[in-house]
């Protein structure tokens, strides 16, 4: 055999697994959320550093087709019926309607939820343990953050009597969420006020009502609709210094006063594992729903500041962290 024929079959042979290589497709994500990337960015952020852990990369072998509703809940059925039409392999569902969008819209698609609704009740799993289906993910669905918050606001002003608490009535915790919350404005006896949290809630109207005492609070929930009002929040209780705890750190970080409860940042890092996971050949139906690896209590001491008030040694003594 000649040395031309040897350096051509080794050539050739040589190529054989790049070429194989370059044939593969590239997976494609798609990446349906509740807000807009303005309000997620964070998320987003902890999202790419576990993909980027597990191997994947956005600019080098995945491909992520992004789809916001900014608050619309509306688009969501269409907007994960698109990602579908694009060939998507895995859905990661950024918030409950989301996640229940992607679940109607298909029942064989990996589906990996950061969601604040009971999985099992809800019907994306049939089991914590063993979801089932093609349903996995992250579940914040803790009934008593809102009486922790509560329990806060109460450490901050021991004169608190009175709280109006958003709450989505839809919710299908919203009954024990209730209890809880009652439950504790016992404890530290004050009078709560439900306030519905929807697309048509009128917040200028509530926080007015709560501005005319001086012994009132507002509490919000986890809610993707009222994740996506965060600036008009902040704005409406930084006008009239209304004493206010929310649901994530973003508020705080954007200037509201407190948030306590489950780190997005993290449960989105859990959620990208899952994602990576099942790129690599894992099952939705194999892998366990999990629950918030961290729960943090934030508070903005600018904003503290500007409202005259002093954060107790004792609270101060259990914020996870504080924003300047």
Not at 52 to 61: I, K, L, M, P, T
Request: hydrophobic residues 45%; glycine residues 6%.
């Amino acid at each position: 055999m000649t040395r031309r024929k040897i350096l051509n079959l080794l050539g050739g042979a040589a190529s054989w697994p790049f070429t194989a290589r370059a044939q593969q497709p590239t997976p494609l994500i798609g990446f349906l959320h509740n807000a807009s990337f303005a309000d997620a960015r964070s998320e987003v952020f902890a999202f790419w550093q576990a993909m980027n852990h597990a191997g994947f990369n956005e600019h080098r072998n995945i491909k992520i087709d992004y789809r916001w509703a900014e608050g619309n809940y509306e688009l969501l059925p269409l907007l994960a019926m698109d990602l579908l039409r694009q060939g998507v392999e895995v859905i990661l569902a950024g918030g409950d309607s989301s996640a229940s969008a992607a679940k109607r819209a298909t029942g064989s698609t990996p589906i990996v939820f950061v969601s604040s609704i009971d999985p099992v009740s809800s019907g994306f799993a049939a089991r914590l343990d063993h979801p089932g289906g093609n349903m996995t993910g992250v579940s914040v669905a803790f009934t008593d953050f809102l009486a922790k918050r509560l329990e806060f606001l109460h450490q901050l002003d021991p004169q608190l009597t009175n709280v109006t608490a958003l709450l989505n009535p839809t919710d299908t915790n919203f009954a024990v969420q209730l209890q809880y919350l009652t439950d504790e404005a016992t404890r530290i006896g004050a009078q709560i006020r439900i306030a519905d949290a929807s697309s048509k809630t009128d917040f200028e109207a509530i926080v007015n009502q709560i501005a005319q005492r001086r012994d009132t609070a507002l509490l919000v929930a986890n809610d993707g609709f009222l994740n996506s009002q965060q600036d008009r929040l902040i704005s409406l209780t930084a006008r009239y210094a209304i004493l206010a705890a929310f649901g994530n750190r973003e508020f705080v970080e954007a200037g509201g006063l407190m948030s306590y409860g489950p780190s997005l940042i993290a449960a989105y890092r859990q959620a990208g594992d899952y994602v990576g996971r099942i790129l690599k050949g894992e099952k939705s139906y194999d892998l366990p729903i999990q629950h918030p690896v961290e729960f943090e209590l934030v508070i903005n001491l600018k904003t503290a500041k500007s409202m005259h008030l002093e954060i107790p040694p004792a609270l101060l003594a259990s914020v996870d962290d504080v924003i300047q």
